[in-house]
């Protein structure tokens, strides 16, 4: 059985989601533009190969570009955890439930700053969050939630 507890830290993978997103994105472009950097060099003297570009830029290319697959593929995990989760609060029938937890977990917001938008006492938000989090369902997440 999941608790409300589970439910909330599985929910709030979310927003950290998102910024390990923005980081990977920032790494993926900052690799991109040093594989775009690397120029063969030339020589006009044999290689011992046959190649006339240095085998060690061949290599550091063949290194970043495979670190590049390997962190683009990291980050579709990372946005598929998160359309999963905002699938969850989207299937949330009660507007007010939905719209409470969107605030919460896809935005990040305090429950001080939620009651104040949603015109309710701070008591009362978290009513409504305790409803929300009973209407959720992530049982069927399995090993996902400890992520």
Same mark, same amino acid.
């Given at each position: 059985?999941?608790?409300? @507890?589970d439910?909330i830290? *599985?929910l709030?993978r979310?927003?950290? !989601?998102? %910024? %390990?997103?923005?980081?990977t *994105? @920032? +790494?993926i +472009?900052? !690799?991109?533009? @040093?594989?775009?950097?690397i $120029?063969?060099?030339l020589? !006009?003297?044999?290689a011992?190969?046959? #190649?006339?570009y240095k085998?060690?830029?061949?290599?550091t290319?063949n &290194?970043l570009?495979?670190?590049?697959?390997?962190?683009? $593929?990291?980050?579709n995990?990372?946005?598929d955890?998160r !359309? +999963?989760i905002?699938?969850?609060?989207? #299937?949330v029938?009660?507007?007010?439930? @939905?719209?409470l937890?969107?605030? &919460?977990?896809l935005q990040g917001?305090?429950? +001080?700053w939620i009651?104040?938008v949603?015109?309710y006492?701070w008591?009362? $938000?978290? %009513?409504?969050?305790?409803a929300?989090?009973?209407?959720i369902d992530v049982?069927d997440?399995?090993? &996902?939630?400890?992520?």
């Amino acid at each position: 059985m999941t608790t409300n @507890q589970d439910k909330i830290r *599985w929910l709030k993978r979310y927003v950290s !989601l998102g %910024r %390990r997103i923005d980081h990977t *994105w @920032q +790494e993926i +472009e900052r !690799l991109r533009a @040093q594989i775009g950097k690397i $120029t063969p060099t030339l020589s !006009l003297l044999p290689a011992g190969g046959g #190649s006339i570009y240095k085998s060690h830029d061949h290599d550091t290319i063949n &290194r970043l570009v495979d670190l590049v697959g390997m962190m683009d $593929t990291d980050l579709n995990k990372q946005m598929d955890a998160r !359309l +999963e989760i905002d699938a969850v609060i989207k #299937s949330v029938t009660d507007d007010r439930c @939905q719209e409470l937890l969107d605030y &919460r977990y896809l935005q990040g917001q305090s429950f +001080e700053w939620i009651a104040s938008v949603m015109h309710y006492s701070w008591r009362h $938000t978290h %009513r409504i969050h305790s409803a929300a989090l009973d209407m959720i369902d992530v049982s069927d997440r399995g090993d &996902r939630m400890a992520r």
